[in-house]
């Protein structure tokens, strides 16, 4: 019996216009007219047709990509821990797509990636990249250099500022930082003073965490007042500096941690310090180690950036990049979520 699937063919046919035509509107390449792409999609959505990806993956051959992320010591690789999950979870789905993912772990600087992207730039193998950012532009001249080989580039979780990266998926970090300060607010005193772990203080992401707590409790608690302590520098650990805080300011109600390598260390000094639930405590993310302190109550609530689906979703965007279709937003945030004692074993 012959097929009744439809061809490219049979859309050019009735859509009056050239195989090629009809090529570009589908993987959303130039050269057509809107109106004439428009055309054509609705045909093919009449038509029930479908891409058939997988052979079209095996005439183009492989796609390498380079997985520059951080590997850390355990006691501080929480987050990327969740992150390389994500990498897991994508490179099985990228099996159909042709796309192999070249894993090249780097440190905790962006001075230890430089070496990576060096030979990166040597290579004539690797068609995209997928990467962390540990300031605003230090990465910025390699990007550049890559955008000139025809390498694009895709940012997780910490962004390039004014770079030429093709686009980022991240958490929006301002509005992580409103949610996490409306959900401290809402269980602490009117009055009093909350401690805020700003994190690092050279990326954008954390900076714009930290101005969306302010603002919220600005224009909503102005009575309560905010302390702030980063972790850029200094020779003191940050356990030890929330301590000293802690037993410094016996009015401190509330704390929020905003970056997950960091919440161990405030549960620790709570601990320290008995404050463990005379503090109300908000965290970062979901991991193993954070169970225990949920459980007994020395944390309240974790905010859930989705560090799994970030990376996966990054690698799905460089492959809708390097195989024609119209990438739509340059940014993709993740939706965050509110975690507690009885809902984390839904997210961990």
Same mark, same amino acid.
């Given at each position: 019996?012959k097929s009744t699937?439809?061809t490219?063919k049979?859309? *050019?046919?009735l859509?009056g216009?050239?195989?090629?035509?009809v090529?570009?509107?589908i993987?959303g390449? @130039?050269?057509?007219?809107?109106q004439? &792409?428009a055309?054509?999609?609705e045909i093919?959505?009449e038509?029930n047709?479908s891409v058939?990806?997988a052979?079209?993956?095996l005439?183009?051959?492989?796609w390498?990509?380079? +997985?520059v992320?951080p590997?850390?010591p355990?006691?501080?690789n929480q987050f990327f821990?969740?992150?390389w999950?994500g990498?897991d979870? *994508?490179?099985k789905?990228?099996?159909?797509y042709?796309?192999t993912?070249?894993?090249m772990?780097?440190?905790?600087?962006?001075a230890?990636?430089f070496?990576?992207?060096e030979?990166i730039?040597?290579?004539?193998?690797?068609h995209g990249?997928?990467?962390?950012?540990?300031d605003d532009?230090?990465?910025?001249?390699?990007?550049?250099q890559?955008?000139e080989?025809?390498? @694009?580039?895709?940012?997780?979780?910490s962004d390039?500022?004014?770079?030429?990266?093709?686009?980022?998926?991240t958490a929006c970090?301002?509005?992580?930082g409103?949610?996490?300060?409306e959900?401290?607010c809402?269980?602490?005193?009117?009055?009093?003073? +909350?401690?805020l772990?700003?994190?690092? &203080?050279?990326?954008?992401l954390?900076?714009a965490n930290?101005?969306?707590?302010?603002?919220y409790?600005?224009?909503?608690?102005p009575?309560l007042?905010?302390f702030?302590i980063?972790?850029?520098g200094?020779?003191?650990?940050l356990e030890d500096?929330?301590v !000293?805080?802690l037993?410094?300011?016996?009015? +401190?109600t509330?704390?929020?941690?905003?970056s997950?390598s960091?919440v161990?260390?405030m549960?620790?000094?709570?601990?320290?310090t008995?404050?463990?639930h005379?503090?109300v405590? +908000?965290g970062?993310?979901?991991f193993?180690e954070?169970?225990p302190?949920l459980?007994d109550?020395?944390?309240?609530a974790?905010?859930?950036q *989705?560090?799994?689906?970030?990376s996966?979703?990054?690698v799905?965007?460089?492959y809708?990049y390097?195989s024609? !279709?119209a990438? *739509?937003?340059?940014?993709r945030?993740v939706?965050?979520?509110i975690i507690?004692?009885n809902?984390?074993?839904?997210y961990?």
């Amino acid at each position: 019996m012959k097929s009744t699937k439809p061809t490219i063919k049979d859309i *050019a046919k009735l859509a009056g216009v050239s195989i090629p035509t009809v090529h570009k509107s589908i993987y959303g390449k @130039p050269g057509v007219s809107e109106q004439t &792409r428009a055309r054509i999609l609705e045909i093919t959505n009449e038509l029930n047709y479908s891409v058939n990806v997988a052979a079209s993956c095996l005439k183009r051959g492989m796609w390498n990509v380079a +997985i520059v992320l951080p590997l850390l010591p355990h006691n501080i690789n929480q987050f990327f821990r969740k992150i390389w999950d994500g990498i897991d979870e *994508a490179e099985k789905m990228m099996l159909d797509y042709n796309v192999t993912l070249i894993r090249m772990p780097c440190g905790h600087t962006s001075a230890e990636q430089f070496d990576i992207f060096e030979n990166i730039l040597q290579r004539d193998d690797i068609h995209g990249v997928i990467t962390y950012c540990w300031d605003d532009t230090s990465l910025n001249p390699y990007f550049e250099q890559l955008k000139e080989k025809g390498i @694009p580039v895709v940012t997780v979780d910490s962004d390039a500022v004014d770079s030429c990266r093709i686009g980022c998926v991240t958490a929006c970090g301002e509005r992580t930082g409103r949610l996490a300060a409306e959900l401290l607010c809402k269980m602490v005193p009117p009055t009093g003073r +909350i401690l805020l772990l700003g994190g690092n &203080r050279l990326m954008s992401l954390l900076r714009a965490n930290s101005f969306g707590f302010f603002s919220y409790v600005d224009g909503n608690y102005p009575s309560l007042a905010i302390f702030e302590i980063n972790n850029t520098g200094g020779s003191s650990s940050l356990e030890d500096v929330v301590v !000293q805080e802690l037993e410094n300011h016996p009015d +401190i109600t509330g704390i929020y941690c905003n970056s997950a390598s960091n919440v161990i260390s405030m549960c620790k000094a709570l601990k320290r310090t008995g404050r463990d639930h005379s503090v109300v405590a +908000i965290g970062s993310d979901i991991f193993e180690e954070l169970v225990p302190y949920l459980e007994d109550g020395t944390v309240d609530a974790t905010i859930w950036q *989705a560090p799994e689906l970030q990376s996966k979703n990054a690698v799905w965007m460089l492959y809708e990049y390097l195989s024609g !279709q119209a990438v *739509a937003e340059e940014i993709r945030y993740v939706k965050l979520g509110i975690i507690m004692n009885n809902n984390y074993c839904d997210y961990l």
